[in-house]
T-cell receptor
Framework: DAGVTQSPTHLIKTRGQQVTLRCSPK?????VSWYQQALGQGPQFIFQ???????QRGNFPDRFSGHQFPNYSSELNVNALLLGDSALYLC??????????FGPGTRLTVT | AQKVTQAQTEISVVEKEDVTLDCVYE???????LFWYKQPPSGELVFLIR??????QNEISGRYSWNFQKSTSSFNFTITASQVVDSAVYFC????????????????FGKGTKLSVKP
């Protein structure tokens, strides 16, 4: 039974560019949440998708957007990248409101 | 506002020692959920436990045990007879009740406690 998978593993982008990160949820899960984890900090909630709609959003600017597909996989898009967007981006999946299981993350470096 | 405080930034122990990781939380909700996650150097957060606010029974799972005390808003985690493989960053997290009755999406994490277990 595959767990949560994320791609790519690492990514280097230049300030001002746009990036798309991908997540496939654990089998049987229908809800995907995205978190940003800066170095030495705990993860911070970006948003959550359920039934292809954004259900809840954290305190992140509109530059951060997402999408959920009919097969429950999800994308996180970040526009106009800033140096401060450098972080580990974690995807978590769950079955509705049950416990969240995390993927290995995508390490984004903005130069 | 919800908040999770893990006052211990780093802890270092020798293998076979017992170690307790502290977690103090703040919330105005009467129904909430508490979690512990382990983050090894690989980066993936590993789910350890979820606890409902209305269930104050302590839980034991092998060498791991959790002490939930609503009176002091604490949810502490103890590792008995620590091993080198326990070395990781441990996060405590809090969430509100979701629409479906379970935990909501936005997990509020503490800053984590880095545990180093030396042989």
């Amino acid at each position: 039974d595959a767990g949560v998978t994320q791609s790519p593993t690492h990514l280097i982008k230049t300030r001002g560019q746009q990036v798309t990160l991908r997540c496939s949820p654990k089998s049987g899960h229908d809800t995907v949440s995205w978190y940003q984890q800066a170095l030495g900090q705990g993860p911070q909630f970006i948003f959550q998708y359920y039934e292809e709609e954004e259900r809840q959003r954290g305190n992140f600017p509109d530059r951060f957007s997402g999408h959920q597909f009919p097969n429950y996989s999800s994308e996180l898009n970040v526009n106009a990248l800033l140096l401060g967007d450098s972080a580990l981006y974690l995807c978590a999946s769950s079955f509705q409101d049950r416990s969240q299981y995390f993927g290995p993350g995508t390490r984004l470096t903005v130069t | 506002a919800q908040k999770v405080t893990q006052a211990q930034t780093e802890i270092s122990v020798v293998e076979k020692e017992d170690v307790t990781l502290d977690c103090v939380y703040e919330t105005r909700d009467t129904t909430y959920y508490l979690f512990w996650y382990k983050q090894p150097p690989s980066g993936e957060l590993v789910f350890l436990i979820r606890r409902n606010s209305f269930d104050e029974q302590n839980e034991i799972s092998g060498r791991y045990s959790w002490n939930f005390q609503k009176s002091t808003s604490s949810f502490n985690f103890t590792i008995t007879a620590s091993q080198v493989v326990d070395s990781a960053v441990y996060f405590c997290a809090l969430s509100e009740r979701g629409r479906g009755g379970g935990s909501q999406g936005n997990l509020i994490f503490g800053k984590g406690t880095k545990l180093s277990v030396k042989p």
